[in-house]
């Protein structure tokens, strides 16, 4: 079973394009300082390394 990774929204989605906002709510980020505990895919990786400038991550 892969590791879990927390990842936190630290800053506002307003303004920014649909595709980064569909990202956020895919991985269930829909508040500021929201926390939620994802496991450790490629895929997810992959959602976070589009958002790395909206959130922040814990291993």
Same mark, same amino acid.
């Given at each position: 079973?892969? !590791?879990?990774? +927390? ?9 920014? /394009?649909?595709?980064?906002? *569909? &990202?956020?709510?895919?991985? !269930?980020?829909? +508040? ?9 895919? /490629?895929?997810?990786?992959? *959602? &976070? ?6 959130? +922040?991550?814990?291993?």
């Amino acid at each position: 079973m892969p !590791g879990m990774i +927390k990842i936190t929204l630290v800053k506002s989605m307003n303004g920014r /394009p649909e595709k980064h906002r *569909m &990202v956020l709510r895919g991985m !269930g980020l829909t +508040k500021m300082n929201k926390t939620v505990e994802l496991e450790d895919t /490629p895929s997810i990786r992959g *959602m &976070v390394n589009k958002v790395t400038h909206l959130v +922040k991550v814990e291993v």
